[in-house]
């Protein structure tokens, strides 16, 4: 070998371990500065109650500032192309639900793709809710949906694309088979806030922003879609029990991150946000909203992401809510 070849040879193997050490280096120091993490819907909502719980948990244990910025719109895909395009260092992360599983079919012109994003970690789930206003005269969820098969009524819904909007499109269309039309509003929050002008005639969001509304009856929830009652309006029961069996519709948070972000960060966030699932003051904060933890490993995370994506590909397609 020649000696050009050799030194060539010797540089590439540095280079080699160098990066092979970066890494690990890297996650040791990591955060060393404040980290963006980008709620891809507005206050109020699902994933800002999940985002501004673990940006105020990460901070505490990692001695830096998670900083939540609202970035809504597009049900969700504004914030999900501005996290893929960003920086892949660990100090841009994105927070958003479900409905980035349903994007990935229901949108055509999204501006990113799957491959772009990595899950980091996934937080916590829970069902929607059918709400109605206190004024309404069904009582129950049978009664407002028999009324819906000769009159339409209208539903508010967290925006297109949303997973709540999704399997509320799979619902009323496939199973249940009534009139509706649907109104998008920009997030759970001024959809609630129609609801309560009775400016709609009902809502479909998941749980936790509606919990407390239900809670103090400015709200009535007609049925939850899960297996169980939840322990947070245990009052509300299931679809399954209004005639309904087996629809478990539901919306999980989860942290994602642009693609290449190295390994040791990912992992570095996903077993702080796993710790932080056991800390008992978290438990008891996502379970008052009507949260339950959906704690898995880095590996766990990216097989039921890919899962998703196909489960929620087959209710898209079913409702036909591509667009």
Not at 30 to 39: I, R
Not at 184 to 203: E, K
């Amino acid at each position: 070998m020649s000696c050009f070849r050799a030194a060539a040879c010797t540089l590439a193997v540095t280079a080699f371990a160098i990066c092979g050490l970066a890494q690990p280096s890297f996650a040791q120091s990591y955060p060393s500065q404040n980290v963006t993490m980008v709620v891809a819907f507005p206050a109020g909502g699902l994933a800002d109650i999940i985002g501004r719980l673990v940006a105020t948990k990460l901070g505490d244990r990692l001695k830096h500032s998670f900083v939540v910025e609202n970035r809504g719109g597009a049900g969700g895909n504004i914030a999900a192309k501005a996290v893929a395009g960003a920086t892949p260092d660990g100090y841009t992360l994105l927070v958003t639900t479900s409905g980035l599983a349903a994007n990935l079919t229901a949108s055509k012109n999204r501006g990113f793709e799957q491959s772009d994003l990595r899950p980091v970690a996934f937080v916590a789930y829970s069902p929607d809710v059918l709400a109605v206003h206190p004024s309404n005269p069904a009582k129950d969820m049978k009664t407002f949906l028999a009324a819906a098969k000769e009159k339409s009524f209208t539903y508010g819904s967290a925006g297109p694309g949303t997973g709540p909007q999704i399997g509320a499109e799979f619902f009323f269309k496939e199973i249940a088979k009534v009139k509706y039309i649907h109104v998008p509003f920009q997030g759970g929050a001024p959809a609630i806030t129609a609801l309560l002008g009775n400016h709609v005639d009902s809502i479909v969001l998941t749980l936790p922003p509606t919990t407390s509304h239900i809670r103090s009856g400015a709200l009535r929830g007609l049925g939850v879609a899960s297996d169980k009652r939840n322990k947070a309006i245990s009052d509300v029961p299931t679809y399954g029990e209004m005639g309904y069996p087996n629809v478990i519709i539901g919306s999980w948070v989860g942290i994602f991150a642009p693609a290449k972000t190295p390994d040791a960060v990912v992992d570095k966030l996903n077993a702080e946000i796993n710790a932080l699932l056991k800390d008992a003051d978290s438990l008891e904060q996502l379970a008052k909203s009507g949260f339950d933890p959906l704690e898995k490993n880095v590996g766990e995370a990216n097989a039921y992401f890919k899962d998703e994506v196909a489960r929620w590909a087959t209710m898209v397609n079913a409702a036909g809510s591509a667009n």
